[in-house]
């Protein structure tokens, strides 16, 4: 008897992904533990504005800002008149705006960030493969209230068949080529290390 040929996941790519912000207000900022909030601003702030760059729709919502506040400043800088979704429900997924709003762009691969890990993003990630969609939680765009409860948020989802995923893998995954024309505006927004370094190298080849 032959052996099933194991399925291989199709890629992320500027067509098939988007992204969704869960929560990113300054109330449950004051909570993260498990993380910098400096580092973690850092890298949801350039995970969207890389999205942005490559034209990946993206999705924002709030839960009960009277409770936790507005959107944290640098993000909605970012998003730039992008306006949230504020909702009552604890599971964004669990609200038709979000839900409609994610299936208005026709994609099927849903790249979720949330605060806290646990909750925000776990919740609607684990729902949207129900309703068909492949999930990729964004764990260093996220931060968690303790590390029990990041380390737990992580195993669900992995066990659900969410996939763990960086913030700078997911877009340079998305870019695909560093020919491409959105390359520099991509790695700027990532605030990589060595993204300087891509660009003057860049630049001293096309002199000579």
Known sequence: MSQPTPR??????????????????IGLYTGVRDIDTLSLKHNIVGLTRSMLALKVPV???????????????????????????????????????????????????????????????????????ADGFESYAVIDASGGFTRTQVDMGVLRMQQ????????????????ADNAAPEA???????????????FGLRQYYSRT
């Open 8 to 25: 291989r996941p199709e890629r992320l790519t500027r067509d098939n992904a988007v992204l969704l912000l869960v929560d990113h207000q």
């Open 59 to 129: 999705i924002v919502t709030t839960t009960t800002e009277k409770m936790w506040g507005p959107l944290i400043p640098e993000l909605t800088e970012a998003l730039r008149g992008i306006k949230p979704i504020e909702r009552t429900t604890v599971n964004a997924w669990d609200d038709k705006r979000v839900v409609d709003a994610v299936k208005a762009t026709g994609r099927k691969k849903l790249v979720v960030t949330g605060i806290s890990t646990d909750v925000c993003l776990a919740f609607p990630a684990i729902a949207a493969l």
């Open 160 to 175: 659900a068949g969410v996939v763990p995923v960086g913030y700078s893998n997911v877009a340079v995954e998305i870019l």
């Open 184 to 198: 520099e505006a991509v790695y700027t927004a990532l605030g990589i290390p060595f993204g300087s370094l891509v």
